[in-house]
């Protein structure tokens, strides 16, 4: 009976689980899996998104390393996105030590530094357009940087560094705090301070927070949109347009749907790509510390 029982109360907790998990994957198959493999499908195409298309096989992968345009683009966004990242971490890194030691209202500060997660994207990106167009240009007495093709880029690095940062503090500060007190009182006995300290004590046993944002930022920095789309909409002179911003210009309303397609392929394909060799050379080098 007792079995029985058992047998019972495991197949009730399978159909649960099941019932649960059923939704999620419907869910994830239509609206993640079914566009993925259309896009696919019609990178294969000439399709301008609408009306007949016809199968042009290889042709627009073919053309996408010819095209000096999609070269730009991707250009911009590596470089905006390794920049951002080095960044972010080295700020975040700093402002979580500062905010996970003992100081008054530490409570509070976590929470002011955190607003920046909270306001949408497209919204930072009007405000400091106005800043960058009127109030930097009142103050310095010269022109918006976001109307030179040299430094619109960097425009673009402050904003996404300034609204990843909350993020990406929280977690460092999580790993922090993970770290026991008595492996800094080992390390103060042994002579350890300052950055000696932080060097052999407090960054190895980070590492895996270090790690989980290098990951992520790079990966959310690559497919810059939002910031591009208030700023400069890929100017001036297209030296801002990134690769997303790109693929949903020329895709949507350029009639360039399949070739966009193919390089929206072959944009996800690299973002895989770097991801898990970043994901494996961070971890070696955690096994090394």
Do not use: H
């Not at 869910?27 to 896009?39: E, I, K, Q």
């Not at 309303?253 to 966009?260: D, E, K, P, Y």
């Amino acid at each position: 009976m007792a079995n029985l029982a058992k047998a019972k109360v495991g197949s009730d907790r399978n159909r649960t689980f099941l019932l649960i998990l059923i939704p999620v994957l419907i869910l994830f198959v239509a609206f993640n899996t079914f566009p993925l493999l259309t896009g696919v499908f019609y990178s294969f195409t000439d399709s301008k998104g609408y009306g007949a298309f016809n199968m042009v096989g290889l042709q627009n992968y073919i053309d996408l390393f010819g095209d000096a345009r999609v070269g730009n683009s991707y250009l911009f966004t590596f470089k905006v996105a390794v920049v951002s990242t080095l960044i972010t971490n080295v700020i975040s890194l700093v402002l979580a030590m500062g905010l996970n030691s003992k100081i008054k209202f530490k409570s509070a500060f976590r929470a002011l530094y955190f607003v920046p997660q909270i306001l949408g994207a497209l919204v930072v990106g009007y405000v400091f357009s106005y800043f960058f167009t009127y109030i930097v240009p009142a103050l310095t007495g010269t022109g918006s940087i976001l109307a030179s093709t040299e430094w619109a880029w960097v425009a673009i690095v402050v904003v996404c560094c300034w609204q990843s940062i909350a993020q990406t503090t929280i977690i460092y500060i999580t790993g922090l705090q993970s770290v026991p007190e008595d492996v800094y009182e080992a390390g103060n006995l042994d002579g350890a301070t300052g950055w000696n300290l932080f060097r052999y004590i407090t960054f190895p046993l980070i590492m895996p927070s270090v790690t989980t944002n290098m990951v992520l930022v790079m990966k959310n920095m690559l497919m810059v949109f939002d910031q591009i789309v208030a700023m400069t909409s890929g100017g001036p002179a297209q030296s801002t347009e990134s690769i997303s911003y790109l693929i949903y210009n020329n895709g949507l309303s350029g009639g360039q749907f399949g070739f966009q397609c193919a390089n929206a392929v072959i944009f996800f394909i690299l973002i895989a790509v770097i991801s898990v060799a970043q994901t494996k050379f961070l971890n070696s080098r955690e096994e090394q510390l």
